[in-house]
């Protein structure tokens, strides 16, 4: 039903996650035959270009968000507010250019809440149904839901029982009408219990928006240039130039997804973020990580409050981050959770119907 329409594809620009867990969304497509086209930007758009060279690719502008180092925090986000209300009015006024330039049947989108349109059938996909703050919490709920509403679906990666693997972010409530649960999307494959002999002591992943970023890879980089093994630290950054060595530590921009999925099955201890996408992959290859919240980002410091409550991963702050103390006693492995493909497929198979 999804043969020879043509679907725009278009991931949030805060970060790798939403182009990463887009990667399985649109492999899903390509099977179903539909003609694939990307709109993204920066980062999101080299790792896309990167996993589907062969398809078709747009530059779609997106809101960079910056966060403060000090106590200001919220009043910094506050200010940046009006910015990305222009942001999403102005994504409104491309789709309605893109539509016939591209001659567009379908829209997917991930976290771009302005990508909605009554010409065609539109998806969002956001795992926030219900986002967690420290004040307004009700007014950020209801404006969401506002945007949310504008799209013929709302697709959720998560599973459809509570609390699931995002807790109250995507079970929080009353769910839509219009809201489906596709289940955990990783572009990864489970780690086998016969793998590699560990090929780095330490795998740190490097994300999130400045200044947080950068202060993170250097506390990252000083601790590991203590601790005696083989470390990699993967910077985020695709098309960054060539990996820069040192007696104990390889750092590079990005890999692609399997030496990365390699790279995480083979580690004694990986450090990351606690980004929805990055749980989605280490559910998903079954590892378990040593996790630390961007500051002052109320969702991962949410999530990784709920993963310290279930005791699926470690959780430590990032001025508290000591990885030695760590990895002397370190167990990586987990619980697999299903990708839930059944529930994508039905997603697909729905989504195809409305193009009939």
């Not at 390699?262 to 004694?268: K, L, N």
């Not at 002397?328 to 009939?356: F, I, K, N, P, Y």
């Amino acid at each position: 039903m999804l043969k020879g329409k043509r679907i725009l594809v278009a991931p949030l620009d805060w970060g790798l996650g939403h182009a990463a867990r887009c990667v399985p969304i649109i492999r899903a497509l390509n099977e179903r035959e539909a003609t694939v086209v990307l709109a993204a930007d920066g980062g999101p758009s080299a790792l896309l270009r990167g996993e589907f060279p062969e398809l078709e690719h747009h530059r779609l502008p997106g809101h960079h968000v910056s966060y403060a180092s000090g106590g200001l925090m919220m009043w910094h986000m506050a200010l940046q507010f009006p910015g990305f209300l222009r942001s999403i009015r102005r994504e409104g006024s491309i789709l309605r250019e893109m539509i016939p330039r591209l001659r567009l049947d379908a829209v997917i989108s991930d976290q771009r809440l302005g990508l909605s349109t009554e010409q065609i059938p539109t998806v969002l996909i956001t795992h926030q149904l219900f986002p967690v703050a420290p004040f307004a919490q009700g007014l950020l709920r209801w404006m969401h839901r506002r945007y949310t509403d504008r799209f013929s679906r709302c697709w959720v990666p998560d599973g459809p029982d509570a609390p699931g693997l995002a807790g109250e972010l995507s079970h929080g409530g009353i769910i839509a009408d219009h809201v489906r649960f596709i289940g955990i999307q990783s572009r990864f494959k489970p780690c086998t219990d016969n793998g590699p002999d560990p090929n780095y002591d330490v795998v740190a992943v490097i994300s999130g928006p400045e200044p947080h970023r950068t202060l993170f890879e250097r506390s990252i980089f000083e601790q590991l240039e203590a601790i005696s093994g083989r470390h990699l630290i993967i910077l985020g950054q695709p098309g960054s130039g060539k990996p820069v060595r040192t007696d104990r530590i390889t750092m590079c921009g990005h890999l692609p997804t399997e030496a990365l999925r390699s790279a995480i099955c083979s580690a004694r201890l990986v450090v990351c973020r606690s980004g929805y996408s990055s749980l989605m992959d280490l559910a998903r290859s079954g590892r378990r990580a040593l996790l630390v919240p961007t500051p002052g980002q109320p969702e991962q410091e949410y999530l990784a409050g709920l993963c310290a409550e279930q005791g699926s991963h470690l959780v430590q702050p990032q001025r508290e981050l000591n990885i030695g103390q760590v990895l002397s006693e370190w167990t990586t492995r987990a619980e697999v959770r299903s990708g839930h493909a059944r529930l994508l497929g039905d997603a697909l198979d729905e989504l195809g119907m409305m193009l009939a």
